[in-house]
């Protein structure tokens, strides 16, 4: 049962433009999300998080959006860089009544960026 | 500050031997957290450690153990391999509360089965 969803294998963007990866979960007990970026045979690099609690959070050129009622979050990247290229994993974290740091992870999105 | 150390780097091994990777996290992190990619079944969870004490586990048979240091440092132990354990084995640490909660991770030890 896949409780963290990644519905586009493949996303392709030209540079300058926005990029917006789309995330789904079906758990309600997760209370903390995170976004990861990765390159073939590397561990994967945080990028930002957000708590349950808030519906946006931004870093840079990096906005997460958290829908609580639609379970559902999405990382936005304005302006998309050839850089950004790379496999973007979405994560979620489980709320057991105690801290844990255990990720569940979507599947990844692959991102291209086109110059 | 040093990141996420994972040694080896790239390991083969024999179907039916067990095999050993270490992870050293950064600095003043507690919590160490294993993860098993492989190209079916993505990235999942195998199980955390924090202040030497396993806190949780994912649904991997007893075969995959871990065990964490008084320094952090955390090992995962694979005994009896099966050809289906090749993957690339990843390890996070990270500060070990809720806030904050973000996992830093290694490079990860290509396991290979043969």
């Known amino acids: 049962d896949q409780q963290v969803k990644q519905n586009s294998p493949s996303l392709s963007v030209q540079e300058g433009r926005i990029s917006i990866l789309n995330c789904d979960y079906t758990?309600?007990?997760?209370?903390?999300f995170l976004w990861y970026k990765k390159y073939p045979a590397e561990g994967p690099t945080f990028l930002i998080s957000?708590?349950?609690?808030?519906d946006k959070n931004e870093d840079g050129r990096f906005t997460v959006f958290l829908n609580k009622s639609a379970k559902h979050l999405s990382l936005h990247i304005v302006p998309s860089q050839p850089g950004d290229s790379a496999v973007y994993f979405c994560?979620?974290?489980?709320?057991?009544?105690?801290?844990?740091?255990?990720?569940?992870f979507g599947t990844g999105t692959l991102l291209a960026v086109q110059p | 500050k040093a990141g996420v150390t994972q040694t080896p780097r790239y390991l083969i091994k024999t179907r039916g031997q067990q095999v050993t990777l270490s992870c050293s996290p950064i600095?003043?992190?507690?919590?160490v957290s294993w993860y098993q990619q492989t190209p079916g079944q993505g990235l999942q969870f195998l199980f955390e450690?924090?202040?030497?004490?396993?806190?949780n586990k994912g649904n991997f048979p007893g075969r995959f153990s871990g065990r964490q240091f008084s320094n952090s440092r955390s090992e995962m132990n694979v005994s009896t391999l099966e050809l289906g354990d090749s993957a690339l084995y990843l390890c996070?640490?990270?500060?070990?509360?809720?806030?904050?909660?973000?996992?830093?991770f290694g490079q990860g030890t290509r396991l290979t089965v043969v």
């Open positions: 996070a640490s990270s500060l070990g509360g809720k806030e904050g909660t973000e996992a830093f």
């Open positions: 758990n309600s007990m997760f209370d903390y």
């Open positions: 957000i708590s349950s609690i808030k």
């Open positions: 994560a979620a974290s489980p709320y057991y009544g105690g801290a844990t740091n255990k990720l569940i």
């Open positions: 600095s003043g992190h507690r919590s």
């Open positions: 450690y924090f202040s030497e004490t396993q806190r």
